[in-house]
């Protein structure tokens, strides 16, 4: 089973700088994609950014630009630089990992952190 530990939400000024950690852990083989998405109260879920093996990177149109995310691979963590956030940034963030396990059967899986708040304030 692949635990997920994430870190960094909070409130901020608009225009100011915040960073997410997510951690995973447990029987893990190798790890094929981990992102952030994010919700809005009364909006659907939607992909913040993800990096994919390779070290391709996607981000949606409205925080290119203004959010990095990167990957420390060793520690199976990755990371949402998000900086120049807006009021409309406002949500619970979440991480996803999506891989194959490290245990005898080497099922892909696919997890989802806890969500962290987010709130930019005006």
């Known amino acids: 089973q692949v635990q997920l530990v994430e870190s960094g939400g909070g409130l901020v000024q608009s225009g100011g700088s915040l960073r997410l950690s997510c951690a995973a852990s447990?029987?893990?083989?190798?790890?094929?994609?981990m992102g952030w998405f994010r919700q809005a109260p009364g909006k659907q879920r939607e992909l913040v950014a993800n990096?994919?093996?390779?070290?391709?990177?996607n981000y949606a149109d409205s925080v290119k630009g203004r959010f990095t995310i990167s990957r420390d691979t060793a520690k199976n963590t990755v990371y949402l630089q998000m900086n120049m956030l807006k009021p409309e940034d406002t949500a619970v963030y979440s991480c996803h990992v999506a891989g194959v396990a490290g245990d005898t059967t080497h099922n892909r899986f696919q997890t989802w952190g806890q969500g962290t708040q987010v709130t930019v304030a005006s």
């Open positions: 447990g029987s893990i083989a190798s790890i094929n994609a």
């Open positions: 990096i994919i093996s390779g070290g391709i990177t």
